[in-house]
């Protein structure tokens, strides 16, 4: 289903079931705590009907300026070759930037991004699903010591079958998500006959009000509001799977009034009865409908859980391919599908999280104080990246990008700002992992640039090599030996221990180095590029996107097309071993280095990441000082 270069596709039924089941999982199943933490803050002597209105009036224009204007509008037109998500923005964003500091500025922002997200990817499963189950506590009391238990086994089995594929649950997610957003629909609209007087809160000025009149309440309530919108960076994300078109079209005329009803019914509900605050969501359904609406729910808030999962193998591969973290396992659960992948580290790393989250929290309210944090920092990422984007490759002026994304730049900013008041009750967890994970990745990727420059400081030149070797007295021996080589201009350290110990040069050599473009995925023309630097030596480029995994040997049949004869069987594939040491003068510090040596003791072996048949595999081991 996915949309090259971002060419629009057709609205079709099944498209529309797909963007419901994929994209609005996660904020469709926000209205299960939002309404009722926003109000929370303000129950202490009774809830006045102005109050009421004024937060269904936040949460209302939070889904219109951030959701609709922001993403809908705007983000949505900055697609990087049809793909979207805060590292494709990021990509789109450092290309053409000459400088060297600003690049890395931008790469900066959009590491912090990727990291937050992996934040929201860990806290979405375990407050969507124990905000789903809490409704037993509406059925019945008895149920509220069952609450964790079902919970954490219902998160249990849904990591566990992620090794199958999301093929199988894929289709029945659009269905369930478009009978969730009915339910939703009908249960606001149903109260809002009750009480009609609550779509007063259309108004932005009972907005306006409600600010004035709390100022420091109003900025700490922004903090709940700003989970009506959790979410709504997976339109931006999940853009490449579905295109635009069917994501907008879906929002406008589905999604966004079905939101808007519900929300505006518990409004309704909680006037008429202010004891109703317990659970605005589950209250709103007739008694009879209760248990039904509770395993709605959770079949819900499972598939917006799922798409968050999803998202987190997608970014991964990302960060991998763009150099941000090591080499992972990546499983295809599809031989059609090249985005449904399975990352078994990224999966357990995951499941611990979501069950320490759950056992500590233990309720979806004190869940939500870590979880704005991290949608509002990306959030605040997102927009800065956008400003560059659309300044840069959409030639507006400065002026009209700061009219259009301050405005929202400082709407996020507020967002998040209200959420760094709750660090103390939980909004550390998303900052302590984002901030491990920032070390993570910039001590990866300037541990590989100084890796890179050593090889190029202590390499001999391809050039050098390849003129002395008419000269030389080195004996050629039958088959193919295939040098894999990030440094397309130096000799590998392979061939020269080769050379050393074995005497040997094969009568075919290939000297094979893997780029990864910032782009999502790379034309079939521009996949190879081959050049012949003596007779049966060859320097092969192969170029990849973010979103694409290699596979060095298919490419290498291919070779057969423009003339190089590529017999699988008769192959050696010889890969270096680099061992990390100490150099006399450290470039990094000495906890980096160590961080840095970990990574890379534990990064998977090029062999399975590329793919190469482990049976054919020389590696030799090397010594680099950094």
């Not at 002597?45 to 102005?50: A, F, P, T």
């Amino acid at each position: 289903m996915s949309t090259p270069h971002g060419k629009s596709q057709a609205l079709t039924p099944a498209l529309l079931l797909g963007v419901l089941g994929v994209v609005y999982g996660d904020i469709g199943t926000s209205p299960l705590y939002a309404l009722r933490a926003a109000l929370g803050h303000f129950t202490d002597g009774g809830l006045e009907r102005w109050e009421v209105l004024g937060i269904l009036s936040l949460i209302i224009w939070a889904l219109i300026l951030t959701v609709t204007v922001k993403y809908v509008v705007f983000i949505l037109r900055a697609d990087n070759r049809g793909e979207g998500g805060i590292l494709a923005l990021m990509a789109l964003a450092r290309d053409g930037l000459a400088s060297e500091r600003w690049r890395w500025v931008v790469a900066v922002i959009g590491i912090i991004g990727a990291c937050l997200f992996f934040g929201d990817g860990i806290i979405t499963p375990a407050i969507s699903v124990l905000s789903a189950v809490e409704g037993l506590k509406v059925v019945s009391p008895h149920f509220e010591e069952a609450v964790v238990p079902i919970s954490l086994a219902i998160l249990l089995a849904l990591f566990l079958v992620q090794y199958r594929g999301t093929g199988l649950m894929g289709a029945v997610f659009g269905p369930i998500c478009a009978a969730w957003f009915a339910v939703l629909a009908v249960l606001g609209a149903v109260e809002i006959v009750h009480n009609p007087s609550v779509l007063l809160a259309l108004s932005p000025h009972y907005a306006v009000q409600f600010c004035l009149n709390y100022q420091l309440a109003a900025f700490v309530a922004f903090g709940a509001v700003v989970l009506a919108v959790t979410g709504a960076e997976a339109l931006y994300a999940d853009m490449g799977h579905f295109g635009k078109r069917p994501i907008r079209w879906a929002w406008l005329w589905l999604v966004l009034p079905a939101l808007a009803l519900n929300y505006l019914g518990q409004g309704a509900l909680v006037l008429r009865d202010p004891a109703a605050i317990e659970n605005p969501f589950f209250l709103i359904a007739p008694e009879w409908f209760r248990l039904p609406l509770v395993l709605l729910a959770t079949a819900a808030t499972i598939i917006a859980s799922q798409a968050m999962i999803s998202g987190a193998y997608t970014i991964a591969r990302q960060c991998v391919q763009l150099g941000f973290i090591p080499r992972l396992q990546v499983s295809h659960t599809s031989e059609t599908e090249e985005g449904q992948i399975y990352m078994p580290q990224i999966n357990i790393l995951l499941l611990v999280g979501v069950v320490i989250l759950v056992l500590e929290f233990r309720n979806s309210d004190s869940l939500a104080a870590a979880y704005g944090i991290a949608v509002t920092g990306t959030f605040v990422c997102t927009s800065i990246l956008a400003i560059i984007v659309f300044r840069r490759h959409f030639g507006w002026g400065w002026a009209l990008s700061a009219a259009v994304f301050a405005p929202l730049l400082l709407l996020d900013l507020v967002f998040f700002a209200a959420n760094v008041l709750k660090i103390p009750q939980g909004g550390y967890v998303p900052l302590v992992l984002g901030g491990f994970l920032f070390a993570l990745m910039t001590t990866w990727h300037r541990g590989r640039e100084l890796l890179f420059a050593r090889f190029r400081q202590d390499g001999l030149p391809l050039k050098s090599f390849i003129a002395r070797l008419p000269q030389s007295r080195t004996v050629r021996v039958p088959g193919t030996a295939v040098f894999m080589t990030s440094q397309a201009d130096f000799l590998p350290g392979a061939l020269l221990h080769n050379l050393k110990h074995n005497k040997v040069l094969h009568e075919r050599v290939l000297f094979v180095t893997v780029t990864n473009e910032s782009i999502p995925v790379v034309d079939p023309d521009r996949r190879r590029v081959v050049e012949q630097l003596a007779p049966d030596i060859h320097r092969i480029g192969l170029h990849y996107g973010f979103q694409e995994s290699p596979n060095i040997p298919k490419e290498l049949e291919a070779l057969r097309e423009v003339g190089i004869p590529f017999e699988p069987m008769q192959t050696s594939y010889f890969l270096g071993r680099e061992t990390v040491v100490a150099a006399a003068v450290p470039k990094m510090s000495r906890w980096r280095q160590w961080l840095f040596t970990v990574m890379s003791r534990n990064a998977v072996p090029a062999t399975e990441f590329f793919r190469i048949p482990s049976d054919r595999v020389v590696e030799l081991g090397v010594r680099v000082a950094i």
